[in-house]
């Protein structure tokens, strides 16, 4: 089993910053690949970001591309998300994710693991 906590949500203004933690417990985090998806309300899950095993390979949705960087530092069992010059539609419920796969994913169903969520809301 694994347990994930997000932490870092909050209310910002546009334009502004934030960064997101997952913070993992129960299994190797090395051999974990972490994605980031957010729902909005009356909307579906959606995928944000995805970092493999070692760091070495990540990738966005496209409405986040150059503005959220993921990382993850595996010493602290920990991966972030960097959110920069938000704006009102990313305010959302996000939630971080895992799976023992070595690549990272989109796909929702292939993630096992899933956090409580952190709410982020952006203001106009």
């Known amino acids: 089993q694994v347990q994930l906590v997000e932490s870092g949500g909050g209310l910002v203004q546009a334009g502004g910053s934030l960064r997101l933690s997952c913070a993992a417990s129960?299994?190797?985090?090395?051999?974990?690949?972490v994605g980031w998806f957010r729902q909005a309300p009356g909307k579906e899950r959606e995928f944000v970001a995805a970092i493999n095993w070692s760091g070495g390979g990540a990738g966005y949705v496209d409405s986040v591309e150059g503005r959220f960087t993921i990382s993850r530092d595996n010493a602290k069992n920990t991966v972030y998300l960097q959110m920069n010059s938000l704006i009102p539609e990313d305010t959302a419920v996000y939630y971080c994710?895992?799976?023992?796969?070595?690549?990272?994913?989109?796909?929702?169903?292939?993630?096992?693991?899933w956090g409580q969520g952190t709410q982020v809301t952006v203001s106009s």
């Open positions: 994710a895992a799976d023992g796969t070595p690549y990272y994913t989109q796909r929702m169903h292939e993630y096992d693991y």
């Open positions: 129960g299994r190797t985090f090395s051999r974990l690949t």
